[in-house]
């Protein structure tokens, strides 16, 4: 079966602008990008009116949370955020986690979004079916690392959860089985003051209510020496925020090819500060994610481009930001086979734009998923 597929613009996976463009799609798969109509017989002609866009990702969400209604006024700061989503987490029950993965999903799909790296807190989405692509990791909290109960890739929490070994220790699983792990590091500044054995907050304000203490490790100055340390500075690593991390730290992540993904709205609606983006742009691996609808408004990838493009006044171009949301989440995520399969993000357009980049920047889009890999 072949398919010969137009639009008004066509962004290829290299993020190249073709204006009037073509696809030709054999059996599934992009063959080639066009300028011009090629000649020829095609089981099938179709030619929108929009922009095609390569499938955006959102390289970091929590869709089993999505049955939060959250508010920014509603907290004060992270801490009062954190004693509520911990007590929130308690009541869910699996229907509820069902209902709410088919909502993210959803939501998801509107927002033009095919490929998710999800952390999965009780095992229900990744036994989700979806026609999205879904790249689940499961969620470690605790003191002792058991490989053999976990489906990998796995999500080592944050380092004011997991303990220092068993973050050792899923790092070590991790590159056995050649797969990422994720981590949220330097969302706050407090995660510093912790692995540094100075007074913070989660130990005098977080431990208490949950009935535990810091569990043992050594001191250290810096959040990637911590990681050093444990084995968890590599190529395999998806470092979630950064937001509080030092320039010498976002370097060391860089030279080691970690993944690193921004959630900029997550990270504004609970006050810990601002994604280091200008120390970042340019890295292949970098990408945005949403979070989850416990920490923001919706699922929406471009609406985190957009806080980005809107916080750093317009001085990085929406253009430069769109490598977040398709090639470099790809790239965080693995995806070898990004912009191969004839799948895109299509933005209907009532009218001809001279570019395709700066439409996302106008109100009230609404993308569809235009999936051409599986044989008609």
Request: aromatic share 10%; net charge positive; glycine share 8%.
């Amino acid at each position: 079966m072949s398919i010969l597929l137009g639009a008004d613009w066509i962004v290829t996976p290299s993020l190249k602008p073709i204006k009037g463009g073509w696809a030709v799609i054999e059996r599934g798969e992009v063959k080639e990008f066009l300028k011009r109509k090629p000649k020829g017989n095609f089981n099938r002609e179709i030619n929108l009116r929009g922009i095609l866009y390569p499938p955006f990702v959102n390289a970091h969400t929590h869709l089993e949370l999505s049955n939060i209604t959250f508010s920014p006024e509603s907290f004060e700061d992270f801490f009062q955020w954190l004693i509520f989503i911990i007590g929130k987490r308690a009541s869910f029950s699996v229907k509820e986690i069902k209902r709410a993965v088919a909502k993210g999903i959803e939501l998801s799909r509107k927002a033009g979004v095919y490929y998710l790296g999800d952390i999965s807190s009780f095992g229900v989405s990744p036994e989700v079916d979806t026609d999205l692509k879904i790249v689940p990791f499961m969620e470690f909290i605790g003191r002792e690392f058991k490989p053999e109960n976990f489906k990998f890739p796995v999500s080592a929490h944050s380092p004011y959860s997991v303990s220092f070994e068993a973050l050792k220790s899923i790092a070590k699983e991790s590159i056995k089985r050649d797969k990422p792990f994720q981590i949220h590091l330097g969302e706050t500044e407090e995660e510093r003051k912790l692995i540094s054995c100075r007074e913070n907050r989660f130990e005098k304000e977080i431990y208490p209510l949950i009935g535990r203490k810091k569990y043992p490790s050594p001191c250290f100055e810096s959040l990637t020496d911590y990681l050093e340390r444990a084995g968890a500075l590599n190529s395999y690593l998806i470092a979630v925020h950064c937001t509080n991390l030092k320039e010498r730290e976002l370097k060391k992540l860089t030279e080691v090819g970690a993944g690193i993904v921004l959630c900029p709205r997550s990270n504004s609606h609970l006050k810990v500060g601002k994604p280091p983006l200008k120390e970042l742009l340019g890295y292949e691996k970098l990408a945005v994610g949403t979070d989850g609808l416990s920490t923001n408004t919706s699922l929406s990838v471009v609406e985190e481009i957009k806080a980005l493009y809107y916080s750093y006044g317009g001085k990085v171009s929406i253009k430069e930001l769109l490598p977040l949301i398709t090639i470099g989440g790809a790239r965080v995520l693995g995806i070898e086979d990004y912009g191969k399969k004839a799948i895109f993000t299509f933005l209907k357009c009532k009218d001809i734009y001279p570019e395709p980049f700066s439409p996302l920047l106008t109100e009230g889009l609404e993308f569809e998923i235009l999936d051409f890999s599986k044989p008609l």
